[in-house]
């Protein structure tokens, strides 16, 4: 059970996430991606796949062999500290780069909810361990959700997988990680209400 638990971890990883919600976003609603040409989709999947996965990763691998981080899990809160502000910083480059390509405004809130969710993990953690895990798939979650309430262009049964995805990984956490039912509570709550709400209101920064 623990092993199948560290293997949801590892794939539904927050730093997949951005990613992860843009294609499926892309796929379920045709308002944000019909009028994207197809070389101009997969350009802004690679952008969105170095700027939010392989910098960060490539950033924490750096901090592992100075000694400044002792592992990827991150077991320790202070140490996550820098790893966090790093990211914050590439998905707000990412932020900037997507802004400079027609993509529908919904598609900007959605990376600019996520960047203030990251924002509020790294605050949070200042003081507080928080399962960042369960922001990142919060995330996803509110971003799904917000695009049913702009087009209402997929039901919310067709996110049943997702949420059980959710409640899968909120059960993984707590078996493999040192994180409580509080910290995984909430972090899939601030994921959640960040992105919903820039969504929803067609925030951007």
Partial sequence: MRSLAFLLS???HPLFMPLFTLVIAFRMDPHISFFLPLPLILVTYLMVAVMTILFPLTSTLLLIH?????????????????????TLFYFGLCYYLLHRTPHHEATYAMFAGAWVALLLTTLITL???????MVGIGGLLGAL?????????????????????????????????????????IGVLLGYCCTFLFVTQLWSL
């Fill in 66 to 86: 100075s000694g400044a981080v002792s592992g990827l899990s991150m077991v320790y809160r202070a140490e996550r500290i820098i790893p966090f502000s790093l």
């Fill in 145 to 185: 959700s917000g695009l049913i309430v702009l087009h209402h262009t997929f039901s919310p049964l067709e996110m049943a997988v997702y949420i059980v995805l959710a409640g899968a990984l909120g059960t993984a956490r707590l078996l493999v990680s040192d994180h409580t039912p509080a910290q995984v509570a």
């Fill in 10 to 12: 590892m794939l539904l």
């Fill in 127 to 133: 003081r507080w361990k928080i399962s960042v895990h």
